[in-house]
């Protein structure tokens, strides 16, 4: 670097030289569902929570042929960009950017699509009960479960409408950063919660040392699928560099040793929880949200311990709620 001048950078030059170190934000691909359902069915073999599994393969295809449509999704005006960009927060905070009827529109062309390519059984006609609710109903479910509030939430069908909701997501995400590539001042980076997704403010998933990034670590969202950088060993819920522990599920118990040592705990004890860290160098093809789902075993592990208390889940999946102990469980929720 040369010492002539003081330079003010452009935004492009500021990404520029970001790059060279580091890549801070990776925005959701094309192909994220369709590499999850692959994942899925890949994890599906032989696992006890098969059916599951593969159950939610076929939404997520469900969710790449809705995505592959090409939608248009109304999107972020300039001031808006603005102002996110000023204030620090999130462009498209999950809970408070209004949801516009296109989400229910293709929630239903979805389900529709998905019951088609469904056995008969109690999944297809969850499916086709669902398309035919009402707006107020999908509306009222969706903010329930954004909100993450267990209580009145339909446990049958919040996985379907969680998958529209991630489907609207990452349409606004891909969409406005295609509309906004150029532009002066950039619709997503860094803001001033570092735990929460840069893109929509909502928590990770499970966090993840992404290939050829010499180890770093990213967050990955439930919601829109964004993964963004967040340094390592250190909690992802109260940010202490303290007590941090990473806890794996022994190859004993008969697991996939590959699949069980590719994905973590990582445990604080300064607060009490814990997020999943993955190694995809441990295993190909691993994907936050399917490789969450198909490690159930390590939440429980992790939260109920036979020795001493158990550690809080922080990493919110949208497809497989965990109700919360101090809360009532909803009507017909049986154990
Ligand atoms: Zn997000
Ligand atoms: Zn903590």
């Not at 590499?35 to 790449?64: I, K, N, S, T």
């Amino acid at each position: 670097m040369t010492a002539t001048s003081q330079k003010i950078l452009s935004p492009e030059e500021i990404a520029v030289r970001a790059g060279e170190q580091l890549t801070f934000l990776h925005l959701p691909e094309p192909g994220v569902f369709a590499e999850r359902a692959l994942r899925l069915r890949a994890l599906a073999a032989g696992h006890a929570m098969g059916d599951f599994l593969r159950f939610v393969a076929e939404l997520a295809d469900a969710q790449h042929r809705a995505l592959s449509a090409r939608v248009a999704v109304p999107l972020p005006a300039f001031e808006q960009i603005d102002a996110a960009a000023r204030a620090g927060q999130p462009l498209l905070p999950a809970l408070h950017w209004p949801r516009a009827p296109v989400w229910r529109e293709s929630l239903r062309a979805m389900l529709t699509d998905l019951a088609s390519h469904l056995a008969e059984g109690p999944a297809r006609a969850a499916a086709r009960q669902l398309s035919a609710a009402s707006d107020e109903h999908l509306e009222t479910q969706a903010g329930r479960l954004l909100s993450g509030v267990m209580l009145g939430l339909d446990l049958a069908s919040a996985p379907l409408i969680a998958a529209g909701l991630q489907l609207h997501f990452v349409r606004l995400v891909q969409q406005t950063a295609a509309a906004q590539a150029g532009a002066p001042v950039a619709p997503f980076g860094r803001i001033d919660d570092p735990t929460a997704c840069p893109c929509c403010g909502s928590p990770p998933v499970a966090s993840v040392e992404r290939l050829g990034a010499e180890g770093a670590r990213y967050l990955a969202c439930g919601l829109c699928a964004t993964q963004w950088h967040y340094v390592r060993i250190k909690c992802t819920h109260c940010q202490s560099t303290k007590g941090i522990s990473l806890q794996s599920l022994v190859a004993a118990d008969g697991d996939d040793t590959g699949t069980a040592a590719a994905v973590q705990a990582e445990c604080c004890s300064e607060c009490g929880h814990y997020l999943k860290l993955m190694h995809p160098a441990r295993d190909n093809g691993l994907e936050p949200v399917a490789d969450d789902l198909a490690t159930l075993t390590l939440d429980l592990l992790v939260s109920n311990p036979d020795d001493g208390p158990g550690l809080q889940r922080h990493g919110v999946n949208l497809l497989l709620l965990f109700g919360e102990a101090d809360e009532a469980p909803p009507p017909g929720r049986g154990h």
